[in-house]
């Protein structure tokens, strides 16, 4: 075994067994978390659904919408976390990995992961009205190595009277496999609306010194700053971008969620992000999964406000 593959290796025993999110060599501070729902709680009864696996989260109008990988409806929650209501068709074998919403068009963008397009793998954006009602699909035309490691993420731009949808890659350098693992190669991916589809333009390459060994949710703000989550290391990347280049400015900061009192990682499995104000975040969790340690089921399947 090289040096490189045993490094590797290394870091996916110590993510997978004991949820352990790595320390950084950039900026970082903790996380204030202000409120929180697990997501069956809110809701129970109004679906079918047993698993609200939630993987995006935007928003808009004083309200939190989030996008289901095993499912195909979005809910929209109140900023309270009091009330929920289901929107969308449930349509088989369809789930979203992000949700975004085109302040140009007025529709809302929610992405599907990777699907086989001719024999290429690429991601396809679904769009809807504001009722959630599906009105076409356009491909996202870059390829991925594997259906299941694609776009994690997306948020929507606006640039010179056009609009951008910027995708984050969910492995490091877009690969899939033990690559991926390489931290220090986040990418996000930009494409323009050109008439009746989407021209992939730029690749933004995320500082080196960010050490996330995946890359779950995005979002940008009024001020352009992203925020990005790692699911494997448990935290919120926050820095400025430069629209003009596509650059991220700086080293940016990196914000991780708490641990128990025991000093072990519960927030295992957040999947998606949103600005609510400038210090103001939230975001959602996915399942558990099956090799994860039983503290990881504390924060599961929920949606979590934090400050900065």
């Not at 400015?249 to 519960?266: Q, S």
Request: aromatic share 10%.
């Amino acid at each position: 075994m090289t040096i490189e593959r045993f490094i590797v290796f290394l870091l996916i025993i110590l993510t997978s067994f004991g949820c352990f999110a790595e320390e950084y060599t950039i900026r970082s501070s903790i996380l204030n978390v202000m409120n929180e729902r697990n997501l069956h709680e809110l809701l129970v009864n109004k679906s079918k659904e047993k698993k609200h696996e939630a993987s995006g989260v935007l928003f808009a109008n004083n309200s939190f919408f989030i996008v289901f990988d095993n499912h195909s409806r979005v809910a929209r929650i109140d900023s309270d976390l009091h009330k929920a209501e289901l929107f969308g068709t449930a349509t088989k074998g369809i789930g979203y990995e992000g949700i975004s919403h085109d302040n140009v068009n007025s529709k809302f963008y929610l992405i599907e992961e990777s699907n086989d397009n001719d024999g290429a793998l690429n991601a396809r954006i679904n769009i809807t009205n504001n009722k959630f009602s599906l009105e076409k699909k356009k491909w996202l035309k870059y390829n991925f190595q594997k259906n299941n490691k694609g776009f994690e993420g997306i948020t929507t731009v606006v640039k010179d009277n056009n609009s951008y949808i910027l995708a984050l890659c969910e492995g490091n350098d877009c690969d899939a496999g033990s690559a991926s693992k390489i931290n220090g190669a986040g990418r996000i991916k930009v494409f323009e609306k050109k008439q009746k589809k989407w021209k992939y333009v730029a690749s933004i390459r995320l500082p080196r010194t960010l050490e996330f060994i995946d890359y779950s949710g995005i979002d940008i703000n009024s001020d352009n700053m992203l925020a990005i989550t790692s699911q494997e290391s448990s935290a919120i990347f926050v820095a400025g971008l430069d629209l003009m280049n596509w650059k991220v400015v700086d080293d940016g900061v990196v914000y991780r969620f708490p641990k128990n009192v025991n000093g072990n990682v519960v927030y295992c499995n957040i999947e998606g992000v949103a600005w609510i104000a400038t210090d103001q975040l939230v975001t959602v969790s996915d399942a558990k999964k099956g090799y994860q340690q039983e503290q990881c089921k504390e924060k599961e399947q929920s949606i979590h406000i934090v400050s900065m």
